[in-house]
């Protein structure tokens, strides 16, 4: 009984050390739900993309993410944000639409499947930030992990659609050593 306990501490533990203690809610930044499970797909992919809009730093992230909740939903008929992690320019990582559901685009790709990931600020013009990319590579690795998405199935959206997202400028990191090392480390 002991050794099926430990067992079971240990599982627990393992699982724990995937929690996102570093995402902060919809709950949490004043997001609401909305439920359709026609919307519910399996991940297999992550893609990363840029907001496409300039981003000033000192801009309200939380007020942003709002307003882009109500736009989604009013303007697009979309059920939520069309991203499901949302990474400001101070790094600090927002949830999107949960990601069980699948997410939405603008451009012609299909995105089932696809775990959407959007650092904001339009990096054709604007840099990315340092605190943007490592917190890139946290949400980055855990996806991996948790969804088990192979290396090769990390890439960004201009690899699916014709659109210049993420902007050039990301686009120059992702093709970084840094960045394939990160990527080769994934297990
Ligand atoms: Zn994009």
Known sequence: MKFFLSLL??????????????????EDWGGTDSVDSSLEHEISYITIHHGGEIFPDDKNTVTYLQNLQKWSRSDRKWNDIPYHYVIARDGKVYEGRPLNYRGDTNTTYDPTGHALVVLLGNFEEQEVKAEQIESLKTVTAYLAK????????IQTHKDYAETLCPGKKLTGYLNTRDWNSFLNGLD
């Open 9 to 26: 501490l240990l599982f627990l533990f393992s699982q724990n050390q995937f929690a996102q203690n570093w995402l902060i809610t919809q």
């Open 146 to 153: 948790q969804e088990s998405v192979a290396a090769e199935k």
